[in-house]
């Protein structure tokens, strides 16, 4: 089979490309480990109020764990349970969030935040919060008549 | 058809048109990223 000269380059360049774009997702994900937020825990969707850590939502410091804050988060229609989150500057916080009734998103413009959250599962996602600022909370799913209200703000505070 | 041997085309512009295309995924993916790595 002839394949042209220029051809042999532009596959040689097409496929060094997807080679490094795969190495670089790959690098991120099994080094890193990055991934989805995780919905591998599932809980009654019933009894929301009353299972742990779902029965105290809001901002807690938390001591030996890899992060030192933990926001626990209850969406339902049409709000957010803590209706406002204050963090410091630098810390490293984890988000944990669930649904008492129909799907939510729990997107925080501007990060790399971004959630749906299923009646039924536990959405988690660690990060080390380096800039200060307001930013706001979305939710992202169409969940009903109040979905457009449907906000919150995350403080990052020095 | 015919018997003579197809000479090599010339096939510059295609090169540098594809190549245009390639640069730009590439920068365009590598802007995207560090879009990614930049935000918590």
């Known amino acids: 089979m002839h394949i042209h000269k220029y051809e042999k380059w532009w596959l040689t360049f097409g496929i060094s490309s997807l080679v490094l774009f795969l190495f670089i997702v790959g690098f991120s994900a099994f080094h890193y480990g990055s991934h989805p937020p995780t919905g591998k825990v599932y809980i009654d969707p019933e009894r929301v109020d009353e299972i742990v850590p779902f029965n105290n939502p809001g901002v807690h410091k938390v001591e030996g764990k890899e992060w030192d804050y933990e926001v626990v988060l209850v969406a339902s229609a049409f709000y957010y349970n803590p209706p406002e989150i204050e963090v410091p500057l630098g810390s490293t916080v984890k988000f944990i969030a669930t649904t008492k009734d129909v799907v939510h998103g729990f997107q925080i413009v501007g990060t790399n935040i971004n959630m749906i959250l299923e009646p039924g599962y536990v959405s988690e996602y660690v990060t080390t919060v380096d800039k200060s600022g307001e930013f706001l909370i979305l939710c992202n799913e169409y969940c009903g008549i109040g979905h457009s209200t449907m906000t919150s703000m995350l403080k990052v505070v020095e | ?40």
């Open chain 2, 1 to 40: 058809m015919s018997k003579k041997k197809e000479k090599n085309p010339n096939l510059k512009g295609t090169l540098y048109s594809v190549g245009f295309v390639g640069l730009f995924i590439l920068v365009s993916w590598f802007m995207a990223f560090y879009l990614f790595i930049d935000r918590f």
